[in-house]
């Protein structure tokens, strides 16, 4: 069982909005802004998407945002695009011997 | 091009020992926090360790491989190290380094660079 706790799978058409949540303690998530996101694509390494709960590194497509509220992070894509399926891991700081926990990941299927 | 390479994965028996490395190239690796994370077969991310910048003083790791993994570094190589002992099968898994993004206002944040990754069979 993955420390955060995130939906086994989402889906969406083209051209919609999806959201991912994430659900953490007052330990993790809730504790900090140090909520990330990843995108991870089948034989592929992850890509970071998201930092520090909404920032987005340079290269990142505007249509990821982040967002957090109480011990629940979340991450939106916009404008849906087929090469948007892949798999969708939150990770956050946590404060204890465990440093980093990560979610069990959420598999994004575009109709 | 910033980049990551792992290498020296592959076959191990339970209770044997690997050393991976993580070879960087493209930024100045000392400068960085260096974690290894893995991925077991169909399954998520685990953190496994952190290491410090510059001469890499501190150290982390999470329980699961804590006295039975050490990682270490050399920046002169621009190199990163994983060594693994007591081999367990739920060891198995792909194994990925990976740079802590200096973006990040966590010390111990998001990782921004990651390797191809280097598969670690425990049979």
């Known amino acids: 069982q993955s420390a955060l706790a995130q939906p086994a799978s989402v889906s969406g058409s083209p051209g919609q909005s999806i959201t991912i949540f994430c659900s953490g303690t007052?330990?993790?998530?809730?504790?900090?802004?140090?909520v990330s996101w990843y995108q991870q694509h089948p034989g592929r390494a992850p890509k970071l998407l998201i930092y520090?709960?909404?920032n987005r590194p340079s290269g990142v497509s505007n249509r990821f945002s982040g967002s957090k509220s109480g011990n629940t992070a979340s991450l939106t894509i916009s404008g849906l695009q087929a090469e948007d399926e892949a798999n969708y891991y939150c990770?956050?700081?946590?404060?204890?011997?465990?440093?980093?926990?990560f979610g069990g990941g959420t598999k994004l299927t575009v109709l | 091009q910033v980049q990551l390479l792992e290498s020296g994965g592959g076959l191990v028996k339970p209770g044997g020992s690997l050393r991976l490395s993580c070879a960087a190239s493209?930024?100045?690796?000392?400068?960085?926090?260096m974690s290894w994370i893995r991925q077991a077969p169909g399954k998520g991310l685990e953190w496994v360790s952190y290491?410090?910048?510059?001469?890499?003083?501190?150290?982390y790791y999470a329980e699961s491989v804590k006295g039975r993994f050490t990682v270490s570094r050399d920046n002169a190589k621009k190199s990163l190290y994983l060594q693994m002992n007591s081999f367990r099968p739920d060891d198995t898994a792909v194994y990925y380094c990976?740079?802590?993004?200096?973006?990040?206002?966590?010390?111990?944040?998001?990782?921004?660079?990651w390797g191809q990754g280097t598969t670690v069979t425990v049979s």
């Open positions: 007052s330990s993790d998530v809730g504790g900090h802004n140090y």
């Open positions: 290491i410090t910048s510059g001469a890499g003083t501190m150290i």
């Open positions: 493209g930024f100045i690796f000392s400068d960085y926090y």
């Open positions: 520090d709960v909404t």
């Open positions: 990770s956050s700081h946590r404060s204890t011997t465990t440093l980093v926990v």
């Open positions: 990976a740079r802590v993004s200096p973006d990040s206002s966590s010390t111990f944040g998001a990782l921004d660079i």
